[in-house]
């Protein structure tokens, strides 16, 4: 009886949270294998410039370079969105390193760790503009590959 009485009382409880715009669903945060630090790009204003947009995996990680040597693997991809004021080119990706299980050491992937830059040429007009991407990947450790991920970045231009 007392336990039917708690469960009534809990219920009730999210009724009136509920009735009051008080009850909150968690928020799940998905784990991130990549990180970016926004730094500001100062290029000449109407001239061909190239931004750097500097990546960090995390500790025990892998991520698949833009060229994985199979098919079945997901490249690391920059997608940047058109931005005023900012004409983008297509990036230009770093040179993986080879990489081999200790299950297969015969077979090598092009992946990178640590950190890695992603060069962007682009002609901006005077003034500060934000130009948003999206990096995907795929991330693996020694044991697994994870699903893919996709981290959003701000890249801050500063034409002058």
Known sequence: ?????????????????AQMGTLTTPTVKTKQYVSFAAEEQVVKAGKK?????RFKVGEGFHVNSHTPKSELLIPTNLTLK?????????????AGTSYSFSFDPSEKLDVYTGTFTVKVPVVAEAGAHTVDAVLRYQACDNAACYPPKSLPVQVLVNAK
């Open 82 to 94: 058109p931005a005023a004021g900012v004409t983008a080119s297509a990036p230009e990706y770093p």
């Open 49 to 53: 410039s190239v931004v750097e947009l």
């Open 1 to 17: 009886m007392r336990n039917l009485l708690l469960v009534g009382l809990l219920a009730g409880s999210s009724v009136v949270q």
